[in-house]
């Protein structure tokens, strides 16, 4: 019942160009939430491939990332900026002004107006079309870890000790992981019009029984996606295999 990987990355990069297009269409901008991460690398690589091969263009693609480290300087090997420069935004052609990732370098008294701009900024643009989702072993999404409220919002929040050892080869040994990250909240998520939650792997298979199938509470922050309208999970065969 469920896809291989390469299966799950081809539908979902194939709905998002689809968007795109209709978008450009009708003369308008498409708001596209994104993450960052190992799980969607085949999405972006498939719409890579769709701009240099079939000439989509992103000239009317605006994008959101859920999160980023912090303190993290956007040119550190680990940051998210340069995650996505490297994995998408330098083979395209969006618009540098188009691409939002919360930064990581704020002093602290300036987090909450950032946090608060980011909010405005996704409303101004009319609203998130395509949330890109991945979900951490915390049952995370962006960085919403266990104890995040259904209604939280932009916000600097403290890393999971399980995400902290998870990203710990990135950073050459846990205790070089940044204990904080700015991240969108739950409901900055739900309210994105369609949610594609991508999933791979024998690891993830516990997590995303619990999401999909478990009661939802805020001790699995990814259970609150449970009542959208427009939730899909993408998922292969091993991430499937602990589904009820
Ligand atoms: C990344 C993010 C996280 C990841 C999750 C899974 O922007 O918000 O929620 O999606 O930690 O990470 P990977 O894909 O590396 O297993």
Known sequence: AFAVAADANHS???????????????????????ATGSTPLGVYAELIGMHRDEGLSFANVVTFNLDEYFPMRPDAPQSYHRFMNENLVDHIDIDPANVHIPYGLLSTGAVDEFCHNYEQLIDDSGGIDLQLLGIGRTGHIGFNEPGSDRSSLTRLVQLNSVTRVDAASDFAGVDNVPQWAITMGVQTILDSRRIRLLAFGKHKAPIVARAAAGKQSDSVPATFLQNHVDVRYLLDSDAASELP
Do not use: H, N
Request: net charge positive; proline share 0%.
């Open 12 to 34: 979902v990069a194939t709905e998002i160009a689809s968007l795109i297009r209709q978008r450009q269409a009708d003369g308008r901008q498409c708001v596209l939430g994104l």
